[in-house]
Structures are given as structure tokens and as C-alpha cells.
């Protein structure tokens, strides 16, 4: 297929294409040179620091959030300008910093979430996610799960809610610094920066503590307090965000990597692996109804960003590299191994 070719031509170099004069030329290029993701990164750390800035709150700490968000978004320009701009020889220290500040950018700012939120929608609409899920669904899976709670169940849930970093650790990676199939890193990365950098942003807009806090005076039965529960607590506390329920990523992202692997379960790793990903992520989408972190509206919508970025990359991935091979552009991804 043409699209699959375009993986297959040969990297346009310096020397394929004129030299941009000046620095307005070498703006230029860069700006052409620029990949959706790189857009989507770029847009979502500018939100960020741009609704930092804008808080009406007066305090130092709102300077101290923006100043740290507007470190990412910085260093992520400067990072596209060195790697769009070719200003590094080689191909291994130029395709490593852009890996290594693509995956930092997004989890960096995550961390900063947790000051972030309370300047930008300091409120909580937990009554109305209640309200809304009682309406239509016309129940709320904490309370159900309630009667249900016993040290075994609870520890099992514990134990895959926490399981999903280590789902996110095996796939990313492998993929972004071990892959050498540009085809599969493209659609993956693409899926993932859109649902996790859309998801975080929608945070500021749909804030909330979920059933944990806002039910906690009506459950009947208290979540035994086992290794994995004081895992996931203490990693909630530590570095959580706080208000960062909806939409769930806890489901959106094993429920992209499910999707993922079973569009590729003809090829290896997948081939073995969509199944037991699929295990674990009804768990861990399970995990956070059973915990009492989410809503039900908050797991629904998990599931529909999910969707929705797995359909935008499958289908604009294999556009874009056709597109930027006919243009002579470098491959979306700097290629750090030979590609397959």
C-alpha cells in the first residue's frame, strides 16, 4: 500500500533540500518541519501556562505555577527548534532529547496539575457528576460496589489499579525508545499525546475530588487499608493531581493500548500481548469504580477519548508520513535505530 511505503522511503537529509537563508529561513523550515504531535504538545503546554497566567488569584503561587509551566512549554519549543531545526549532528542525541522531552513535558505537567487546577476552577462538580450519572444511568457504581468490599476483592483492585503505570512502562518504553517499526511509534504516540494532553487540559474545565471524598459519609463498608491500597493512596497524595477525575485516564489509556494492540494482533508482540492487555485493563477500568476514584461519567468519557484518539491516529498517521515524505520533510519521529 502507498501509505505503508511511505514508511519505507529513504530520510530526506540536508543535503536533499536547499538551506533556508537566515534566521527567518530557518524559522520557516522549522515551523514546516513541525508534525501534528509536535502541535499538540505545543498547544496543550500553552494552555497551560496561558490559564496560569490568566488565574485572578494574586498570590505567589500563582507565579510559581505559571513560572513552572511556562518551563515546559519553553523547553519543549527549544527542543523542537533544535530537532526541526537540525541544529544537532547525528542520530542519537537529537532523537533521544526529543524522546526523553516529549514523554518529561507530558508527565512534568501533570505534576504541576495539582497547584494548577485549584487557581484555574478553585470550585468542584462532583454534585453534578452525581446528579448526571443518577439521571442517566440511573445508578452509581461505588455505592453498588459497596456491599461488596472485602479485603481479598479490595487488594485485587488495589493491586491493577497500581498496575497501570506499569501497562503505560511496557508499551511506551519499548515503543518510543526501542521500536524501529516508524509505522506502529506514529499511530501509537499521535493516540496517546492527543488523549493524554486533551485529557489533562479538560481537567481545568471539569474539576472534582469523585466518590472517595464527595460519597464518603454513605459508604458502609471502609476499603481495607492493604499494601496495594497504601500504594495507591500514597502515590495519590504524593503526586496526584487532586481534581483530575474527569475524563478518567486511569481507563482512557489501558483502553487505548487495548484498542491498539488488537488493531496489530497480527503482528509481534502484539500477536501474545492484546489479550492479557485487555485483562488488565477491564481491571483497572474496574479498579477505579471499585476504589471509589471516578465517577461513572468520568469512565465513559475514559472510554470515548480512548475511541476517539485511537480513530484520529489510525487513520492521520500513515497520511501524515506519506505526506511529509512527498514534501522531502524528516520521518515525525527522528529515527534513533535503523527502521524496519
Known amino acids: 500500500m502507498a501509505q505503508d511505503h511511505a514508511f519505507e522511503r529513504r530520510e530526506a537529509t540536508p543535503r536533499d533540500r536547499p538551506t533556508?537563508?537566515?534566521?527567518?529561513?530557518?524559522?520557516?523550515?522549522?515551523?514546516?518541519?513541525?508534525?501534528?504531535?509536535?502541535?499538540?504538545?505545543?498547544?496543550?503546554?500553552?494552555?497551560?501556562?496561558?490559564?496560569?497566567?490568566?488565574?485572578?488569584t494574586t498570590t505567589s503561587t500563582r507565579a510559581d505555577v505559571t513560572a513552572r509551566t511556562g518551563v515546559w512549554f519553553l523547553l519543549?519549543?527549544?527542543?523542537?527548534?533544535?530537532v526541526r531545526g537540525r541544529l544537532l549532528p547525528g542520530r542519537?542525541?537529537?532523537?533521544?532529547?526529543?524522546?526523553?522531552?516529549i514523554f518529561t513535558s507530558i508527565q512534568g505537567s501533570y505534576l504541576v496539575l495539582r497547584d494548577l487546577l485549584p487557581l484555574v476552577n478553585p470550585g468542584s462538580l462532583d454534585a453534578e457528576?452525581?446528579?448526571?450519572?443518577?439521571?442517566?444511568?440511573?445508578?452509581?457504581?461505588?455505592?453498588?460496589?459497596?456491599?461488596?468490599?472485602?479485603?481479598?476483592?479490595?487488594?485485587?483492585?488495589?493491586?491493577?489499579?497500581?498496575?497501570?503505570f506499569l501497562l503505560l512502562a511496557v508499551h511506551i518504553f519499548p515503543l518510543v525508545l526501542l521500536g524501529r517499526d516508524h509505522r506502529l511509534l506514529s499511530e501509537f504516540a499521535l493516540g496517546m499525546l492527543v488523549l493524554y494532553c486533551g485529557a489533562q487540559a479538560t481537567y481545568m474545565?471539569?474539576?472534582?475530588?469523585?466518590?472517595?471524598?464527595?460519597?464518603?459519609?454513605?459508604f458502609e463498608h471502609p476499603l481495607p487499608y492493604g499494601y496495594f491500597?497504601?500504594?495507591?493512596v500514597e502515590a495519590v497524595?504524593?503526586?496526584?493531581?487532586?481534581?483530575?477525575?474527569?475524563?478518567?485516564?486511569?481507563?482512557?489509556?489501558?483502553?487505548?493500548?487495548?484498542?491498539?494492540?488488537?488493531?496489530?494482533?497480527?503482528?509481534l508482540p502484539f500477536r501474545w500481548t492484546w489479550l492479557p492487555t485487555a485483562f488488565f485493563a477491564a481491571n483497572i477500568v474496574g479498579a477505579t469504580l471499585f476504589l471509589r476514584w471516578h465517577w461513572l461519567i468520568d469512565v465513559v468519557a475514559g472510554v470515548a477519548a480512548a475511541a476517539a484518539a485511537s480513530a484520529l491516529a489510525a487513520h492521520?498517521?500513515?497520511?501524515?508520513?506519506?505526506?511529509?515524505?512527498?514534501?522531502?520533510?524528516?520521518?515525525?519521529?527522528?529515527?534513533?535505530?535503523?527502521?524496519?
Open 20 to 56: 533556508p537563508a537566515g534566521v527567518a529561513g530557518w524559522a520557516l523550515q522549522v515551523l514546516r518541519e513541525l508534525a501534528l504531535q509536535d502541535w499538540v504538545v505545543l498547544a496543550y503546554l500553552g494552555v497551560l501556562t496561558l490559564a496560569a497566567a490568566a488565574a485572578t
Open 76 to 82: 519543549w519549543c527549544a527542543t523542537l527548534a533544535v
Open 92 to 101: 542519537f542525541i537529537s532523537p533521544l532529547a526529543y524522546r526523553v522531552v
Open 129 to 164: 457528576l452525581l446528579r448526571f450519572d443518577l439521571a442517566v444511568f440511573r445508578f452509581e457504581p461505588a455505592l453498588v460496589l459497596d456491599r461488596y468490599v472485602t479485603p481479598a476483592s479490595a487488594g485485587w483492585f488495589a493491586f491493577f489499579y497500581f498496575g497501570y
Open 205 to 218: 474545565l471539569v474539576p472534582g475530588y469523585g466518590p472517595v471524598h464527595h460519597l464518603a459519609g454513605q
Open 229 to 232: 491500597q497504601r500504594v495507591v
Open 237 to 267: 497524595e504524593q503526586s496526584g493531581a487532586k481534581k483530575d477525575i474527569f475524563p478518567s485516564l486511569h481507563t482512557g489509556g489501558p483502553v487505548f493500548l487495548t484498542l491498539f494492540s488488537w488493531r496489530h494482533r497480527r503482528e
Open 316 to 340: 492521520y498517521a500513515p497520511r501524515e508520513a506519506e505526506m511529509r515524505a512527498e514534501r522531502g520533510l524528516a520521518p515525525v519521529w527522528p529515527p534513533m535505530l535503523r527502521e524496519r
